[in-house]
């Protein structure tokens, strides 16, 4: 009786063992995958001035980034270069564009768009962080740093 209860413990201690082995190698393969989905999107994204991520609106959307050139159409027509396929998003709701370093943005006439939860009605210039509506659609903007700025 004594001996099958050793043999018995040995293979619970070694099964043990080879679990905990299996989830560590669980463990690393999801990170390593997860890392490799961070860099595809970050050399994706590099090509971009900024981007713009939707942070609000129809569920199915949110999470979603959209990288800014220098010139960027945002509307729900399926020509626009950001498509906000929304009913309450005109169908060339506003445009994004590029002067030297910084980026501004100019919405459609009578098109419901706000920055910071102010009504936008002239050009106004973005800044990395700023909550930009689009009827619904709320979206924060993101840029890459091209120089340091002094803000006091």
Not at 33 to 39: F, L
């Amino acid at each position: 009786m004594g001996s099958a209860y050793e043999v018995a413990a040995y293979a619970l201690r070694y099964w043990f063992i080879a679990a905990v082995l299996v989830v560590l190698i669980a463990v690393i393969y999801i990170s390593y995958k997860e890392y490799q989905q961070k860099k595809f999107v970050m050399t994706e994204i590099s090509q971009f001035g900024g981007y713009m991520k939707i942070i609000g609106g129809p569920r199915e959307f949110v999470g979603d980034r959209f990288g800014l050139r220098e010139n960027n159409t945002i509307g729900s027509a399926p020509d626009c270069d950001i498509v906000l396929p929304d009913r309450t998003v005109k169908r060339n709701h506003a445009v994004i564009f590029q002067d030297g370093d910084d980026y501004y943005l100019q919405p459609g006439q009578k098109a419901p768009t706000k920055i910071n939860g102010r009504r936008a009605t002239t050009a106004h210039r973005l800044k990395t962080g700023d909550a930009v509506s689009f009827g619904d659609v709320e979206m924060r903007v993101y840029f890459k740093r091209t120089r340091i700025e002094n803000d006091h």
